[in-house]
């Protein structure tokens, strides 16, 4: 019964490649993200959607295009994989209006581009 | 923007001891939500605690604790009695209470080694 599911777990591809990572989450939320963690740990947020509409696209390159089928699914789409693109990528949920609108994290996608 | 900063990057404590993580913020917002995350080497982000601006009373959740100074900024975290298994790296992070706005702003990381 895991609440929020990104696959795959581990992706590994070339560098000019154009790759995929999907995000489900089973918890009934209306807002679902995705954060970039980088070498050094850090993490930042690279979009957000609410009920199926953009609503934060932080200066990311459009190499990056999100799409949302429906509000419990929100995937991520690379084209032209870049070295620097080499990550774990997070996928998120939350629900506007809930206490603390806590954010539940999937368990990361690590991309590794060679 | 918001920015959230952590100046310790690595801190270790014995084990059974206590231990203390600091986090300071900057924002012009007066509501607002703050969370420590934990993120043990599996990857997987883990909330640790959480706490809202407007209250004053610190959050406290099992052996976690926190120290939030709204007018200093500060959001320190203490970690009593610690465990093998509470090693990780632990984030601070800082959410918006404007709709709209949910994005997590997080600080650099701490990362906490305990000593056997």
């Known amino acids: 019964d895991t609440a929020v599911s990104q696959t795959p777990k581990y992706l590994v591809t070339q560098m000019g490649n154009d790759k995929s990572i999907k995000c489900e989450q089973n918890l009934g939320h209306d807002t679902m993200y995705w954060y970039k963690q980088d070498s050094k740990k850090f993490l930042k947020i690279m979009f957000s959607?609410?009920?199926?509409?953009?609503?934060i696209n932080e200066t990311v390159p459009n190499r990056f295009s999100p799409k949302s089928p429906d509000k419990a699914h929100l995937n991520l789409h690379i084209n032209s994989l870049e070295l620097g693109d080499s990550a774990v990528y997070f996928c998120?949920?939350?629900?506007?209006?809930?206490?603390?609108?806590?954010?539940?994290f999937g368990p990361g996608t690590r991309l590794t581009v060679l | 923007a918001q920015t959230v900063t952590q100046s310790q990057p690595e801190m270790s404590v014995q084990e059974a001891e206590t231990v203390t993580l600091s986090c300071t913020y900057d924002?012009?917002?007066?509501?607002?939500?703050l969370f420590w995350y934990k993120q043990p080497p599996s990857r997987q982000m883990i909330l640790v605690i959480r706490q809202e601006a407007y209250k004053q009373q610190n959050a406290t959740e099992n052996r976690f604790s926190v120290n939030f100074q709204k007018a200093a900024k500060s959001f320190s975290l203490k970690i009593s009695d610690s465990q093998l298994g509470d090693a990780a790296m632990y984030f601070c992070?800082?959410?918006?209470?404007?709709?709209?706005?949910?994005?997590?702003?997080f600080g650099t990381g701490t990362r906490l080694t305990i000593i056997p």
């Open positions: 924002t012009s917002e007066s509501d607002y939500y």
């Open positions: 992070a800082y959410r918006s209470a404007v709709v709209g706005n949910e994005k997590l702003t």
């Open positions: 959607y609410n009920n199926k509409e953009l609503i």
């Open positions: 998120a949920s939350s629900s506007r209006g809930a206490d603390y609108n806590e954010q539940f």
